[in-house]
């Protein structure tokens, strides 16, 4: 897959996505052209003459706008969730925290 998107003109990265009818579309980047240049194709259209790697791309760009749509992206971390996070390393909580003051 990263053989295929190193090609000439292939796409590299998905950008945005908007709904004509009915029929999500993605606007893409591809190689050799510029930062600035950007195409957009009916996904059913994109199947057909792309590989399938612009599909895992299409799939992760959705699902990153889902998460931050959702709030997930900007969810505030608790202390309880910090030291859940810690205690699998092992780190209790009063070493926790007798750590961090001391790096403050």
């Known amino acids: 897959e990263k053989a295929e998107m190193e090609k000439g ?3 590299y990265a998905i950008v945005g996505r908007t ?3 009915n029929k999500p579309w993605y606007e893409f980047q591809q190689r050799g052209k ?3 240049e950007t195409q957009s194709l ?3 259209e994109i199947q057909l003459r792309f590989p399938p790697y612009v599909q895992k791309l299409i799939k992760n760009y959705d699902q990153k706008a ?9 969810r ?17 909580q ?4 007798g750590k961090i ?3 403050s």
Request: glycine fraction near 8%; hydrophobic fraction near 50%.
């Open 34 to 36: 510029m930062k600035a």
């Open 9 to 11: 003109s292939a796409i």
């Open 94 to 97: 009063q070493l926790a925290f």
């Open 76 to 92: 505030p971390i608790t202390e309880a969730e910090v030291l859940k996070h810690l205690g699998d390393f092992g780190i209790d």
């Open 19 to 21: 709904t004509k009818g």
């Open 42 to 44: 009916p996904f059913a």
């Open 66 to 74: 889902q998460a931050i749509e959702s709030g997930m992206a900007i």
């Open 101 to 103: 003051r001391q790096m």
